[in-house]
């Protein structure tokens, strides 16, 4: 068999289009914690599960990974700059961003695609990240496009034909 390189393997999955989120939490001492994230799904309708995976050598690991309860923000079109804004790994993603407290504390942005309000119910091991499954407590729905990430960039989507 032949070993593919990180590299090699991050150019395929890249052709894969996927949504884009962004997953907050609240930390050990009560501070809103984020990051941008497109390994999302859903797992189960009954009950009601999701899936997202966290990389464990990013700053806010240590906070996912011991948090109660998160939340999942599917981010809409007219969202790339907050989606670059959080992808980054830095300390103090919030100053200047507008947020409520939801479910168990969790910081909850003010616009969304679609609003999932998780606590976890279960953690996986794999390789250099881990799954987080989520139960989702609450959701809410808005009109509009998603905002997608294909081959390494932003994309629109476009109606097909009938």
Sequence with gaps: MTQISEAQFRQAMGQ?????TIVTCANAQ???????????TSVSAN????LWCVNKTILPFPA??????????????????????????????????????????VPTLK????LYQCETHARFDAGDHVII???????????????LFH???????????A
Excluded: W
């Design 16 to 20: 894969f289009a996927t949504g884009v």
């Design 30 to 40: 009560a501070r809103p914690v984020a990051m941008t994230v497109n390994s999302f």
């Design 47 to 50: 009950p009601p599960l999701i």
């Design 64 to 105: 996912f990974h011991e948090a109660a309860h998160f939340a999942i923000h599917v981010l809409h079109a007219g969202q790339q700059d907050m989606s670059n804004h959080f992808a980054v790994d830095r300390e103090d993603k919030f100053s200047g961003i507008d947020y409520t407290d939801g479910i168990g504390a």
């Design 111 to 114: 616009d969304f695609l679609a």
């Design 133 to 147: 499954v989520g139960r989702v407590l609450s959701c809410e729905l808005r009109d509009g496009q998603p905002l």
């Design 151 to 161: 081959g390494g960039g932003y994309r629109e989507l476009a109606a097909t034909p």
